[in-house]
């Protein structure tokens, strides 16, 4: 069982940087692919970015430029930088791992075996 709690999240301005970071319980991290997911208000969750246990990203088009995927295996953990926030970034941010020992993207929900509880982002205009 591994157990995921994120932190980070708040109200920032619009063009402001924040970094959520997501830590992972267990000794097995480091064969996990772990992902970032968003859920906004009335929307379905989305997809943001995925981290294979290689180090392979991948982050959805509307994130990409922005907003930045990187673990520590060494902590547990895996954070998403972003920065050049926009108003239609504001969602609740959940962090999402997936045993895998091989360098597959990851893109959707149903592919992943654990969630955190989530954090929330608030991005304004």
């Given at each position: 069982q591994v157990q995921l709690v994120e932190s980070g999240?708040?109200?920032?301005?619009?063009?402001?940087?924040l970094r959520l970071?997501?830590?992972?319980?267990?000794?097995t991290f480091s064969t996990y692919a772990m992902g970032w997911f968003r859920q906004a208000p009335g929307k379905q969750r989305e997809f943001v970015a995925t981290i294979?246990?290689?180090?392979v990203t991948y982050h959805a088009d509307s994130v990409k430029g922005r907003f930045t995927i990187s673990r520590d295996n060494a902590?547990?953990?895996?954070?998403?930088?972003?920065?050049?926030?926009?108003?239609e970034d504001t969602a609740v941010y959940y962090?999402?791992?997936?045993?895998?020992?091989?360098?597959?993207?990851?893109?959707?929900?149903?592919?992943?075996?654990?969630?955190g509880q989530g954090t929330q982002v608030t991005v304004s205009s």
């Open positions: 999240g708040g109200l920032v301005q619009a063009g402001g940087s970071s997501c830590v992972a319980s267990g000794r294979t246990y290689g180090g902590v547990n953990t895996v954070y998403l930088r972003m920065n050049s926030l926009k108003p962090c999402a791992a997936k045993d895998s020992r091989y360098d597959t993207i990851y893109y959707q929900g149903e592919h992943y075996d654990y969630w």
